[in-house]
Nanobody, 124 residues
Framework: QVQLVESGGGSVQAGGSLRLSCASS????????MGWFRQAPGKEREGVAT???????TYADSVKGRFTISQENAKNTLYLQMNSLQPEDTAMYYC??????????????????WGQGTQVTVSS
């Protein structure tokens, strides 16, 4: 059972930056696609960014050019660098892992393992 623990959320003003981290209980990046998702109150969970086993990345149109997903294998940690934050980025952010043999690495919230989430609040 893969365990994921997010950290790094907080409150910032519009235009600010945050870096989210997601620590996994074991090294999984060679076989698991990793993703960041978010869910605002009253809205469905949506994909933000993914990184596949070959290092290729995908981003939601709403965050392209502002957010960067990366991973540090030595620390079993996934990151999401968020710049130029806007109030519409306010949400609970979740880290997720998908075993590559179970399906494609996409911005769809049907991953196998999930963290507990970290709150990001952006004020105008």
């Amino acid at each position: 059972q893969v365990q994921l623990v997010e950290s790094g959320g907080g409150s910032v003003q519009a235009g600010g930056s945050l870096r989210l981290s997601c620590a996994s209980s074991e090294y999984i990046y060679s076989n698991f696609c990793m993703g960041w998702f978010r869910q605002a109150p009253g809205k469905e969970r949506e994909g933000v960014a993914t990184i596949d086993v070959d290092g290729s990345t995908t981003y939601a149109d709403s965050v392209k050019g502002r957010f960067t997903i990366s991973q540090e294998n030595a620390k079993n940690t996934l990151y999401l660098q968020m710049n130029s934050l806007q109030p519409e980025d306010t949400a609970m952010y979740y880290c997720a892992a998908r075993a590559r043999w179970t399906g494609r690495c996409a911005l769809v919230p049907d991953y196998n393992f999930w963290g507990q989430g970290t709150q990001v609040t952006v004020s105008s």
